[in-house]
T-cell receptor, first 116, second 110 residues
């Protein structure tokens, strides 16, 4: 398996532009997580899905952020409009089942977003 | 809500030294705890997953222990090498998601 795939790896955009980050989880994994990592706040959970359904989006910072999972193999995280404080590395991760006894969480390589 | 703390924040050791990284968590009702490694500019790589029924887990020169009663886990690295230089994060479950510590940035000097 290729692991969790994210695109793009790097994104530089100007304030006010729409940004779309993409993720393909590991095949057969029912849970998908979006995280944001910054020096100041570390790794923060934004939202997670179970079987394509958003379960907890309490970590989404503002209405400018939205996430979708139209099918089991694809998810997007959208920021519209983007702001400089959104600059961070965004990670996608997946697990086979709920975060419990035997399930490791696997991470993608991340998307480094810079908003000018 | 689960909170995870890692000490120290940074550690620098000479090559060959054995070392211990510490992780503490507030909610001990956990099924497992996971240790990750993160290289600069890279994603997180899973190192070890310890089940609550286990006291420790080993992989090569790495050994992770879990003490639920005290809310602590340690990652022991034997005979450290410069290639071990990275940030090490621990993560504990919080309902159906994971909470991460801020990490320990390890530098192993040749």
């Amino acid at each position: 398996d290729a692991g969790v795939i994210q695109s793009p790896r790097h994104e530089v955009t100007e304030m006010g532009q729409e940004v779309t980050l993409r993720c393909k989880p590991i095949s057969g994994h029912d849970y998908l997580f979006w995280y944001r990592q910054t020096m100041m706040r570390g790794l923060e959970l934004l939202i997670y899905f179970n079987n394509n359904v958003p379960i907890d989006d309490s970590g989404m910072p503002e209405d400018r952020f939205s996430a979708k999972m139209p099918n089991a193999s694809f998810s997007t995280l959208k920021i519209q409009p983007s702001e400089p404080r959104d600059s961070a590395v965004y990670f996608c991760a997946s697990t086979r089942d709920r975060v419990g006894s035997y399930n490791e969480q696997f991470f993608g390589p991340g998307t480094r977003l810079t908003v000018l | 809500k689960q909170e995870v703390t890692q000490i120290p924040a940074a550690l620098s050791v000479p090559e060959g030294e054995n070392l211990v990284l510490n992780c503490s968590f507030t909610d001990s009702a956990i099924y497992n705890l996971q240790w990750f490694r993160q290289d600069p500019g890279k994603g997180l790589t899973s190192l070890l997953l310890i089940q609550s029924s286990q006291r420790e887990q080993t992989s090569g020169r790495l050994n992770a222990s879990l003490d639920k009663s005290s809310g602590r886990s340690t990652l022991y690295i034997a005979a450290s090498q410069p290639g071990d230089s990275a940030t090490y994060l621990c993560a504990a479950p919080n309902n159906n998601d994971m909470r991460f510590g801020a990490g320990t940035r390890l530098t192993v000097k040749p």
